[in-house]
């Protein structure tokens, strides 16, 4: 019986040794919620964007969104990023990595969305860029498919620019060269249709037995 009260004490006096463990098991661990974006009033300052909260505070690395519905990002020093007129023209824009994706950014500061032509470096030949419409950050399956319905013209191999205009909807205006283009042998004339933000040029074959048009090159607006 002594025994037996021993042995129960000694479990007891266990459980209560291993309680306070079982308490530190249980610790939650909290992750920190992603940057969210707020609402900002925007001051313009030398050719600068800044966003200020409600509380009249200035917003840095985070997205901002004015009451009319741009949306920016604004950096550690709380300018927005935006693209350089000088550097890229009135329709080129400015490519940043935040959060692991790519955005674009006009000269205006406002996130692009759709098809547009820039780069992720001053050393990278501009490219087209698809952008999602609802998040901003580029779509890497869409970019893959629309480079391809735009790919550059060779004579091994002619690109039908049907997709991609198709893809690009309605022009603004389309200009036809006088003479002959310097593609295909001479036997065309290029083609150059501009929309809202991208220049489309093709060349349009001529001459007995000739077919569609094909892609020349995509640039951003001139």
Known sequence: ???????????????????????????????????????VKLDKKTGKRYGYDKNN?????????????????FGKNGAAYQADQDMVGKYGILMKKINGKYYGFDVSG?????????????????????????TGAVDKKKTSL??????????????????????????????????NT????????DVTYTYDYVQLNVVRPTGKGSSAEVV????ARQ
Not at 148 to 177: E, F, P, R
Not at 182 to 189: A, E, P, R, S, V
Request: proline share 3%; hydrophobic share 40%.
């Open 110 to 134: 406002h996130t692009v969305k759709g098809i547009r032509v820039g780069s992720v470096s001053m050393y990278e030949i501009p490219k087209l860029y698809y952008f999602n419409p609802k």
């Open 146 to 179: 629309y480079r391809k319905y735009a790919a550059t013209s060779t004579l091994a191999k002619q690109n039908n620019a049907s997709k991609i205009k198709k893809i690009l909807g309605k022009y603004k205006k389309c200009t036809i060269s006088k003479g």
């Open 57 to 73: 505070q200035k917003v840095t690395q985070q997205w901002g969104v004015t009451a009319k519905g741009f949306r920016y990002y």
């Open 182 to 189: 310097c593609m295909l042998d001479g036997n065309g004339k």
């Open 1 to 39: 019986m002594k025994k037996t009260k021993r042995f129960l004490a000694v479990v007891l006096c266990m459980l209560l040794m291993l309680t306070p463990l079982a308490v530190v098991a249980e610790t939650v661990t909290v992750q920190a919620a992603g940057p969210q974006t707020v609402k």
């Open 216 to 219: 020349a090159s995509i640039t």
